[in-house]
């Protein structure tokens, strides 16, 4: 029964690959986010999602894309996969845009090679 | 400059002190969490805050709105509170986060 669950946990793979990761959340809410957190521990906002409305932060390269098939799931495409990429990647969402609560995923360590 | 700013940035601490974070932001902001990740990487939203002081156990959060600043205590720290603290704020349309205070509680 988790809340906000991403898959897989840990991903390796290679320079130049395409990856997704998936995320789903039970929780009814109507705003899902990609955030990265780099080596250093900072999280950073990549996207946010809301009823069909795509946020995106415009330092984000456009070799990432997320994909949200309905309102429960956003999936995040990585294309053309470079060593800058390997951080850990957290799912989250939230209802009414955030200001109201806030679940995060448990993380995908991404590491490319 | 970061719009959130957290202090300090490391923090050690003998088992059972009592432990102040804090948390100043620059932006205008509708609600205030502060979020918790242990080693393991795993994150777990503690409090949300648009004014006054929340209590949940041994963690206390309070928030000045005028002052845009927020703390996080802990009494009677425990080594199982080691982890790192990262305050984030909702501003117009997104989420700023700090950088995070990385506590270490010794038995």
């Known amino acids: 029964d988790t809340a906000v669950s991403q898959t897989p946990k840990y991903l390796v793979t290679q320079m130049g690959n395409d990856k997704s990761i998936k995320c789903e959340q039970n929780l009814g809410h109507d705003t899902m986010y990609w955030y990265k957190q780099d080596s250093k521990k900072f999280l950073k906002i990549m996207f946010s999602?809301?009823?069909?409305?795509?946020?995106i932060n415009e330092t984000v390269p456009n070799r990432f894309s997320p994909k949200s098939p309905d309102k429960a799931h956003l999936n995040l495409h990585i294309n053309s996969l470079e060593l800058g990429d390997s951080a850990v990647y957290f799912c989250?969402?939230?209802?009414?845009?955030?200001?109201?609560?806030?679940?995060f995923g448990s993380g995908t360590r991404l590491t490319v090679v | 400059k970061n719009e959130v700013e957290q202090s300090p940035q490391n923090l050690t601490a003998q088992e059972g002190e009592f432990i102040t974070i804090n948390c100043s932001y620059s932006v205008g902001i509708s609600a205030l969490h502060w979020l918790q990740q242990h080693p393991g990487g795993g994150i777990v939203s503690l409090f949300m805050?648009?004014?006054g002081k929340k209590k949940h156990g041994r963690l206390i959060a309070t928030i000045n709105i005028q002052e845009k600043h927020s703390s996080l205590h802990i009494t009677a720290s425990h080594p199982r509170d080691s982890a790192v603290y990262i305050c984030?704020?909702?501003?117009?349309?997104?989420?700023?986060f700090g950088t995070g205070t990385s506590l270490t509680v010794i038995p």
């Open positions: 984030a704020v909702f501003g117009p349309s997104q989420f700023y």
């Open positions: 805050l648009s004014s």
């Open positions: 999602y809301n009823n069909k409305e795509l946020i």
């Open positions: 989250a969402s939230s209802q009414v845009g955030g200001a109201y609560g806030y679940t």
